[in-house]
């Protein structure tokens, strides 16, 4: 493992982060039991990093204690083999593109967006989910990425409203494209109020990059689209 020099974020190769992770890629399988399989896994790494921030905190709260560098960096160690902790650490800006836990943090999205109730019990973490959708927010994704993103954008505009969905906004506007539209306009014309809803905002800011993506804005919007 080595620290990239102008981020600071440590840098892992693929391969590490399937050793330590692979198993995640079963929380968004459609076989219940590769689900339950993977749950049990997120259970136990779970349990880990609560039993290593125990004794962090013990060695914390002695007066003097040599072995607090290590009880922190055990902590540390533990989140690696967790979610969402292992997405903590992670580039800024361009460097999301190449990072090797983009693949892990793509899965925790599609997880929520497809398992809300599973990702509810097991993981929930609303702050880690905004930072990660606007991370995933760029233009410079390869094809096979923005074609994941296009997804799960089509997948949070038909369902209820969940906490931060509203991100999901910029995350339309950096994959914009004729298929994106078309599955929003599809959306929009459907019998599912939801989507009526939430598609027909997506596609209206669309059209208006200079508008902001606020509550205030979007209040508006539905207020206008309900009168019509």
């Not at 109730?117 to 760029?138: F, P, V």
């Not at 931060?164 to 339309?172: F, G, S």
Request: glycine share 6%.
């Amino acid at each position: 493992m080595k620290r990239d020099v102008d981020t600071g974020v440590s840098v892992e190769g693929a391969d590490v982060w399937h050793e330590r992770l692979g198993w995640a890629f079963g929380l968004t399988a459609s076989d219940p039991a590769e689900r339950a399989a993977a749950l049990v896994r997120l259970t136990d790494a779970e349990r880990n990093v609560q039993d290593a921030l125990d004794r962090y905190n013990r060695a914390w709260r002695r007066r003097y204690a040599p072995g607090r560098q290590a009880a922190h960096r055990n902590y540390e160690k533990a989140l690696r083999y967790s979610l969402p902790g292992a997405l903590w650490d992670r580039p800024a800006g361009p460097g999301i593109s190449t990072w090797p836990g983009l693949p892990y943090a793509l899965c925790f999205l599609e997880w929520e967006a497809g398992y809300p109730r599973e990702w509810t019990r097991y993981a929930k973490s609303w702050g880690t989910k905004e930072d990660l959708i606007r991370y995933m927010a760029a233009v410079h994704h390869d094809e096979a990425v923005r074609n994941r993103l296009v997804e799960l954008v089509e997948t949070v505009v038909q369902r209820p409203y969940r906490c931060k969905d509203r991100e999901y906004v910029r995350v339309a506007r950096a994959v914009d494209s004729e298929d994106l539209r078309g599955r929003l306009e599809k959306a929009a014309r459907s019998d599912n109020p939801w989507a009526q809803r939430h598609a027909g905002y997506v596609l209206w800011i669309l059209d208006r990059p200079e508008v902001p993506n606020t509550r205030h804005v979007w209040r508006t919007w539905l207020a206008a689209a309900s009168g019509e």
